[in-house]
């Protein structure tokens, strides 16, 4: 009788401990499924942006309120300027698409969740800066997500 006693014990620990990990495991999976799901939105927010980002012939670049459509991105019928193609090498037509990006409100979860975004220009294997990269942290600075963009705009460039 005792020994069952011992075995029973023994066998209700071990659950109790299973069951108390099995908790942990779905909250953390859980927490991990909300920051996905908040990158993914403010994600898919970025992404309108940079398909919206276009230039004019003089480098006046700005974010479209609708999509530019083929033709839009750039003045038709001209060739690209030496001051277009001067941006285009040494990054400053992604001056103002990083700006926007930058100053572009993050989704209401990033406070709660402790996520930062950042962006940066990121340089090509031929020296140009055609593309950025925008990461996405926790508040311990570990990377959760990270994405190369390069927007439409910059296939005008040299």
Excluded: H
């Amino acid at each position: 009788m005792m020994i069952a006693a011992v075995l029973m014990v023994i066998a209700t620990i071990g659950t109790v401990a299973m069951f108390n990990y099995g908790i942990s495991q779905n909250s953390s999976s859980r927490g991990k499924q909300e920051e996905q799901s908040a990158i993914s939105e403010d994600l898919a927010e970025i992404q309108v942006i940079n398909d919206r980002y276009t230039c004019t012939d003089e480098l006046s670049c700005t974010v479209s309120g609708t999509d530019p459509g083929e033709n839009g991105y750039y003045p038709t019928g001209t060739s690209p300027s030496s001051t277009f193609n001067a941006a285009c090498l040494d990054g400053t037509l992604l001056d103002q698409l990083i700006t926007t990006i930058s100053e572009t409100t993050m989704p209401s979860a990033f406070n709660a969740l402790g996520i930062s975004r950042s962006v940066n220009k990121t340089i090509n294997s031929d020296g140009r800066y055609n593309r950025y990269t925008v990461t996405w942290s926790n508040s311990g600075g570990t990377r959760l997500r990270q994405i190369t963009l390069v927007p439409t705009v910059a296939g005008w460039c040299p």
